[in-house]
Protein backbone atom coordinates (compact mmCIF):
# COMPACT_ATOMS: atom_id res chain seq x y z
CA UNK A 1 0.00 0.00 0.00
CA UNK A 2 0.97 3.82 -1.54
CA UNK A 3 -0.19 7.22 -1.20
CA UNK A 4 -0.55 7.78 -5.12
CA UNK A 5 -2.59 10.91 -5.04
CA UNK A 6 -1.36 13.53 -2.18
CA UNK A 7 -3.54 16.62 -2.06
CA UNK A 8 -1.71 19.63 -0.35
CA UNK A 9 -3.89 22.83 0.88
CA UNK A 10 -1.97 25.27 -0.90
CA UNK A 11 -2.71 29.41 1.12
CA UNK A 12 -1.00 32.52 1.83
CA UNK A 13 0.06 31.83 5.68
CA UNK A 14 3.38 31.37 6.69
CA UNK A 15 2.61 28.23 7.44
CA UNK A 16 1.93 27.09 3.96
CA UNK A 17 5.78 26.94 3.01
CA UNK A 18 6.75 23.97 5.37
CA UNK A 19 3.23 21.94 4.45
CA UNK A 20 3.73 22.01 1.26
CA UNK A 21 7.77 21.28 1.07
CA UNK A 22 6.27 18.34 3.74
CA UNK A 23 3.87 17.05 1.03
CA UNK A 24 6.16 17.60 -1.79
CA UNK A 25 9.19 15.15 -0.14
CA UNK A 26 6.22 13.03 0.93
CA UNK A 27 5.48 12.42 -2.97
CA UNK A 28 8.78 11.61 -3.64
CA UNK A 29 9.06 9.24 -1.18
CA UNK A 30 5.95 7.35 -2.05
CA UNK A 31 6.40 8.33 -5.90
CA UNK A 32 3.16 9.79 -5.77
CA UNK A 33 1.40 12.55 -8.00
CA UNK A 34 1.10 15.71 -6.04
CA UNK A 35 -2.12 18.02 -6.11
CA UNK A 36 -1.54 21.83 -4.74
CA UNK A 37 -5.12 23.04 -4.26
CA UNK A 38 -5.72 27.17 -3.58
CA UNK A 39 -9.44 28.23 -3.17
CA UNK A 40 -10.96 31.28 -3.88
CA UNK A 41 -13.31 31.32 -1.33
CA UNK A 42 -16.24 31.97 -3.50
CA UNK A 43 -18.54 29.35 -3.47
CA UNK A 44 -18.99 27.25 -6.49
CA UNK A 45 -23.25 27.86 -6.26
CA UNK A 46 -22.91 31.87 -6.64
CA UNK A 47 -23.25 32.78 -10.18
CA UNK A 48 -21.27 34.83 -12.09
CA UNK A 49 -23.80 37.13 -12.76
CA UNK A 50 -24.49 37.92 -9.41
CA UNK A 51 -20.68 39.51 -9.29
CA UNK A 52 -21.76 41.80 -11.66
CA UNK A 53 -24.92 42.70 -9.95
CA UNK A 54 -23.00 43.56 -6.56
CA UNK A 55 -21.10 46.70 -8.58
CA UNK A 56 -17.50 47.75 -8.84
CA UNK A 57 -16.53 46.76 -4.86
CA UNK A 58 -17.71 43.47 -5.35
CA UNK A 59 -15.99 42.69 -8.44
CA UNK A 60 -12.85 43.77 -7.15
CA UNK A 61 -13.06 41.79 -3.87
CA UNK A 62 -14.04 38.90 -6.22
CA UNK A 63 -10.60 39.49 -8.49
CA UNK A 64 -8.40 39.79 -5.27
CA UNK A 65 -9.53 36.88 -4.14
CA UNK A 66 -8.76 34.98 -7.33
CA UNK A 67 -5.27 36.78 -7.44
CA UNK A 68 -4.43 35.43 -3.69
CA UNK A 69 -5.26 32.30 -4.68
CA UNK A 70 -3.25 32.14 -8.22
CA UNK A 71 -0.16 33.77 -5.76
CA UNK A 72 -0.44 30.64 -3.61
CA UNK A 73 -0.14 28.16 -6.28
CA UNK A 74 3.09 30.31 -8.01
CA UNK A 75 4.37 29.57 -4.60
CA UNK A 76 3.60 25.65 -4.74
CA UNK A 77 4.57 25.26 -8.12
CA UNK A 78 7.88 26.93 -6.93
CA UNK A 79 8.66 24.62 -4.01
CA UNK A 80 7.18 21.43 -5.98
CA UNK A 81 9.83 21.65 -8.62
CA UNK A 82 13.28 22.98 -5.96
CA UNK A 83 12.03 19.36 -4.26
CA UNK A 84 12.25 17.55 -7.63
CA UNK A 85 8.92 16.26 -7.68
CA UNK A 86 7.66 14.62 -10.92
CA UNK A 87 4.20 14.61 -11.29
CA UNK A 88 2.76 17.58 -9.37
CA UNK A 89 -0.06 20.03 -10.97
CA UNK A 90 -2.11 22.90 -9.68
CA UNK A 91 -5.37 23.03 -8.81
CA UNK A 92 -7.49 26.74 -8.81
CA UNK A 93 -10.98 25.91 -7.27
CA UNK A 94 -13.51 28.44 -7.22
CA UNK A 95 -15.12 27.52 -4.02
CA UNK A 96 -15.35 27.87 0.02
CA UNK A 97 -12.45 26.78 1.63
CA UNK A 98 -13.88 23.93 3.59
CA UNK A 99 -16.81 22.48 1.00
CA UNK A 100 -13.86 23.04 -1.89
CA UNK A 101 -11.46 20.66 0.17
CA UNK A 102 -13.94 17.91 1.05
CA UNK A 103 -14.91 17.56 -2.47
CA UNK A 104 -11.14 17.22 -3.83
CA UNK A 105 -10.21 15.38 -1.38
CA UNK A 106 -12.22 12.28 -2.64
CA UNK A 107 -9.91 11.95 -5.73
CA UNK A 108 -6.64 11.46 -3.35
CA UNK A 109 -5.09 8.76 -1.33
CA UNK A 110 -4.37 11.81 1.90
CA UNK A 111 -5.19 15.08 2.64
CA UNK A 112 -2.94 17.69 3.93
CA UNK A 113 -3.79 20.66 6.00
CA UNK A 114 -2.62 23.26 8.37
CA UNK A 115 -3.41 23.40 11.95
CA UNK A 116 -5.94 26.33 12.26
CA UNK A 117 -3.46 29.51 13.80
CA UNK A 118 -6.92 31.37 15.04
CA UNK A 119 -4.44 34.38 15.65
CA UNK A 120 -4.28 34.95 11.65
CA UNK A 121 -8.23 34.04 11.76
CA UNK A 122 -10.61 36.91 10.21
CA UNK A 123 -13.41 37.55 12.90
CA UNK A 124 -16.61 35.85 11.99
CA UNK A 125 -14.53 33.24 9.64
CA UNK A 126 -14.74 29.51 10.16
CA UNK A 127 -12.16 27.62 12.10
CA UNK A 128 -12.52 24.63 11.25
CA UNK A 129 -10.66 23.29 8.58
CA UNK A 130 -9.00 20.44 9.25
CA UNK A 131 -12.14 19.09 11.24
CA UNK A 132 -14.36 19.89 8.56
CA UNK A 133 -12.73 17.90 5.94
CA UNK A 134 -12.46 14.75 8.95
CA UNK A 135 -15.74 14.42 8.85
CA UNK A 136 -16.39 15.22 4.97
CA UNK A 137 -13.74 13.33 2.99
CA UNK A 138 -13.47 9.26 3.42
CA UNK A 139 -9.62 10.00 3.37
CA UNK A 140 -7.36 10.59 6.00
CA UNK A 141 -5.78 13.82 6.98
CA UNK A 142 -2.56 14.72 7.66
CA UNK A 143 -2.65 18.06 9.80
CA UNK A 144 0.37 19.86 9.82
CA UNK A 145 1.22 22.25 13.21
CA UNK A 146 1.60 25.75 12.20
CA UNK A 147 4.76 26.34 14.38
CA UNK A 148 7.71 23.94 14.12
CA UNK A 149 6.42 21.96 10.84
CA UNK A 150 9.36 19.35 10.16
CA UNK A 151 10.03 19.09 6.37
CA UNK A 152 9.66 15.59 6.14
CA UNK A 153 8.42 12.49 8.00
CA UNK A 154 10.23 9.26 9.01
CA UNK A 155 11.52 9.24 12.61
CA UNK A 156 9.32 8.32 15.64
CA UNK A 157 5.57 7.43 14.93
CA UNK A 158 3.11 7.09 17.74
CA UNK A 159 0.07 5.13 17.38
CA UNK A 160 -3.02 6.25 19.61
CA UNK A 161 -5.34 2.68 19.97
CA UNK A 162 -8.90 2.19 21.24
CA UNK A 163 -9.90 -0.76 19.56
CA UNK A 164 -12.45 1.62 17.93
CA UNK A 165 -13.50 2.08 14.05
CA UNK A 166 -11.84 5.17 13.79
CA UNK A 167 -8.19 4.34 15.48
CA UNK A 168 -8.76 1.20 13.45
CA UNK A 169 -9.15 3.23 9.93
CA UNK A 170 -6.38 5.59 11.05
CA UNK A 171 -3.76 2.94 11.66
CA UNK A 172 -4.99 1.20 8.47
CA UNK A 173 -4.71 4.42 6.34
CA UNK A 174 -1.58 5.56 7.95
CA UNK A 175 0.29 2.13 6.80
CA UNK A 176 2.73 4.04 4.18
CA UNK A 177 3.62 6.62 6.94
CA UNK A 178 4.29 3.50 9.26
CA UNK A 179 5.98 1.60 7.38
CA UNK A 180 8.66 4.75 6.47
CA UNK A 181 8.96 5.21 10.31
CA UNK A 182 11.65 4.59 12.32
CA UNK A 183 10.26 3.36 15.07
CA UNK A 184 6.39 2.98 16.01
CA UNK A 185 5.05 2.53 19.67
CA UNK A 186 1.04 1.69 19.77
CA UNK A 187 -0.11 3.16 23.37
CA UNK A 188 -2.97 1.46 24.98
CA UNK A 189 -4.51 3.72 28.00
CA UNK A 190 -6.21 2.05 30.50
CA UNK A 191 -6.64 -1.19 28.61
CA UNK A 192 -6.50 -3.41 31.91
CA UNK A 193 -10.35 -1.98 32.57
CA UNK A 194 -11.64 -3.59 29.09
CA UNK A 195 -10.62 -6.46 28.07
CA UNK A 196 -13.50 -7.46 26.42
CA UNK A 197 -12.98 -4.43 24.09
CA UNK A 198 -8.61 -4.80 24.02
CA UNK A 199 -8.53 -9.13 24.74
CA UNK A 200 -6.10 -10.21 27.81
CA UNK A 201 -3.08 -8.51 26.14
CA UNK A 202 -4.16 -4.74 24.85
CA UNK A 203 -2.89 -3.62 21.43
CA UNK A 204 -0.73 -6.88 20.47
CA UNK A 205 -3.85 -7.70 18.23
CA UNK A 206 -2.70 -4.06 16.25
CA UNK A 207 1.05 -4.97 16.66
CA UNK A 208 0.64 -8.30 14.83
CA UNK A 209 -1.67 -6.75 11.82
CA UNK A 210 1.11 -4.29 11.68
CA UNK A 211 3.68 -6.36 11.43
CA UNK A 212 2.32 -8.47 9.01
CA UNK A 213 2.55 -5.29 7.05
CA UNK A 214 5.67 -4.97 7.61
CA UNK A 215 5.79 -2.59 10.67
CA UNK A 216 7.36 -3.59 13.70
CA UNK A 217 5.73 -1.98 16.30
CA UNK A 218 6.29 -1.87 20.23
CA UNK A 219 3.35 -1.66 22.56
CA UNK A 220 3.33 0.41 25.21
CA UNK A 221 0.11 -0.02 28.21
CA UNK A 222 -0.25 3.21 30.42
CA UNK A 223 -2.63 4.56 32.85
CA UNK A 224 -4.07 7.32 32.35
CA UNK A 225 -5.66 9.81 35.02
CA UNK A 226 -5.90 13.18 32.84
CA UNK A 227 -8.02 13.29 29.58
CA UNK A 228 -6.43 11.53 26.38
CA UNK A 229 -5.59 14.29 24.19
CA UNK A 230 -3.31 15.41 26.61
CA UNK A 231 -1.87 12.41 27.45
CA UNK A 232 -1.44 11.76 23.85
CA UNK A 233 0.50 15.09 23.12
CA UNK A 234 2.52 14.34 26.45
CA UNK A 235 3.83 11.19 25.82
CA UNK A 236 4.38 12.43 22.16
CA UNK A 237 7.14 14.82 23.92
CA UNK A 238 8.05 12.23 26.39
CA UNK A 239 9.03 9.49 23.81
CA UNK A 240 10.46 12.41 21.03
CA UNK A 241 7.34 11.49 18.31
CA UNK A 242 7.60 13.38 15.26
CA UNK A 243 4.21 11.65 13.82
CA UNK A 244 0.71 11.33 15.90
CA UNK A 245 -1.73 8.57 14.73
CA UNK A 246 -5.25 8.51 15.47
CA UNK A 247 -8.73 8.01 14.88
CA UNK A 248 -10.75 11.24 14.75
CA UNK A 249 -14.15 12.17 16.65
CA UNK A 250 -14.99 8.93 18.56
CA UNK A 251 -18.31 10.74 19.78
CA UNK A 252 -20.94 12.31 17.82
CA UNK A 253 -19.78 15.79 16.57
CA UNK A 254 -22.45 17.46 18.76
CA UNK A 255 -21.16 15.60 21.52
CA UNK A 256 -17.55 16.30 20.92
CA UNK A 257 -18.87 19.99 20.41
CA UNK A 258 -20.03 20.09 24.06
CA UNK A 259 -17.31 18.21 25.76
CA UNK A 260 -13.96 18.93 24.32
CA UNK A 261 -12.49 15.58 23.65
CA UNK A 262 -8.82 14.10 22.46
CA UNK A 263 -9.94 15.13 18.88
CA UNK A 264 -10.09 18.76 19.61
CA UNK A 265 -7.43 19.01 22.49
CA UNK A 266 -5.20 17.52 19.65
CA UNK A 267 -5.75 19.85 17.11
CA UNK A 268 -5.74 23.13 19.01
CA UNK A 269 -2.85 21.88 21.06
CA UNK A 270 -0.67 19.91 18.65
CA UNK A 271 2.97 20.43 17.89
CA UNK A 272 3.87 17.60 15.52
CA UNK A 273 1.68 16.27 12.40
CA UNK A 274 -1.20 14.10 13.14
CA UNK A 275 -2.80 12.08 10.97
CA UNK A 276 -6.24 11.54 11.84
CA UNK A 277 -9.31 9.25 10.29
CA UNK A 278 -13.26 9.36 10.91
Not at 171 to 189: D, G, M, N, Q, Y
Not at 191 to 204: I, K, V
Amino acid sequence: MSYKTILVHADRTPAAEARIRLAARLANAQDAHLVGIALTGVSRFVLPESIALGGPAIAEQYAEMHREARAALEHFDGIARAEGVASFEQCLANDDLDGGMALRARYSDIVIVGQTDRSLAVPGSRYDLPEYVLMNAPRPVLVTPYAGCPDQLGGHALLAWDASQEATRAATLALPLLKAASRVTIVVFNGHRDQERFGERPGADIALYLARHGVDAEVLGQPLNIDVGNGLLSLAADIGAGLLVMGGYGHSRYRELLLGGATATVLQTMTIPVLMAH
